[in-house]
């Protein structure tokens, strides 16, 4: 039932396709994806679905055969808006490494990998989601080309990678405000919040343009920020910036016990203090992590 469930669904984005066999090697490399072959690439999926002879077909696919992008994530995005969309969603963020042995993968360098928690030879991306009480999906996403990847030295490799001649260094941050705004111009997911964790909360200029546009953030700030408590809400602080971490210890700063979900092996608890600040302007911006 559930190999039946899958061969429809892939026949809603049939007409993103240009012919009949892309249809088809589209649907094995989707079932491939997943399934429990060892190494997800094109070669071993061919092998386990379709059989030697199609190799070079399903490798083709995924480096040469064209296909309508767009229309196929628009459709996506329209799915999962009518499956767990709601005018109180929230559109998160985040980037995504994952560790590679070899230097040939385009974007593929020395950089930190979260999986990892360490720098480390990966590919890295920028990912955008979506929640609700409903439930959550993928709505977005684009490959990190670090800046080393633009100079003269990687400009043969650039080509064997395909990457387009017009493409541009883009920091994440930029990237993933790219992403939403796209999302916020294409109105398919309805949505009051936006949500990320500290490596875009921290940046003022991500926070700004997120409040520009009308929306709501939830974002994860570093603990070494510094802030300005507004008056009364932090006693015997004045007009001195403190870092969070200093706040977060004081004597004066009250917590409070809440459920956050309901876990697989009980209740998710967090002590909490909601308090109002201002954010201590800084002269240099945050730095990409590398």
């Known amino acids: 039932r559930i190999a039946e469930e899958l061969v429809e669904f892939h026949r809603l984005f049939g007409d993103c396709f240009r012919r009949k066999e892309q249809r088809l090697l589209g649907q094995s490399y989707l079932g491939g994806l997943l399934s429990d072959v060892p190494r997800k690439n094109g070669e071993a ?26 229309r196929m994530l628009e459709r996506h995005q329209g799915l999962l808006a009518e499956a767990v969309g709601e005018e109180d969603g929230m559109h998160t963020v985040d980037s995504t490494e994952i ?16 999986n990892l928690g360490k720098r480390e030879n990966c590919q890295s991306g920028v990912f955008v989601g ?16 670090p800046k ?14 395909g990457i387009p001649s ?41 926070r700004d343009t997120i409040a520009r546009w009308g929306k709501l953030y939830l974002a994860e700030i570093r603990s070494n920020i510094q802030v300005l408590p507004l008056a009364g809400e932090q006693q015997g602080s004045g007009e001195k910036a403190l870092a969070v971490s200093e706040i977060a210890r004081s004597e004066w700063t009250p917590w409070q016990q809440v459920v956050l979900a309901e876990g697989s ?26």
């Open 148 to 161: 080393i990847w633009f100079e003269e030295q990687y400009a043969e490799r650039r080509r064997k990678c």
């Open 265 to 290: 092996k009980g209740p998710l608890v967090a002590e909490v203090s909601i308090q109002r600040v201002r954010v201590r302007e800084t002269l240099h911006p945050i730095q990409e992590r590398s």
């Open 166 to 206: 017009e493409l541009q260094f883009q920091t994440k941050i930029e990237i993933a405000l790219e992403l939403l705004e796209k999302q916020m111009q294409r109105g398919l997911l309805a949505g009051r919040w936006i949500g990320s964790d500290s490596f875009f909360g921290s940046d003022a200029a991500f």
């Open 45 to 70: 999926i061919a092998l386990a679905f379709l059989g030697p002879r199609a190799v070079r077909c399903q490798q083709n696919f995924l480096s040469r055969y064209l296909w309508d992008e767009e």
């Open 130 to 145: 979506y929640t609700s009480r409903k439930g959550y999906g993928l709505v977005d996403r684009r490959l990190y080309v």
């Open 99 to 114: 560790p590679k042995k070899g230097k040939e993968s385009v974007g593929v360098a020395r950089q930190y990998c979260g």
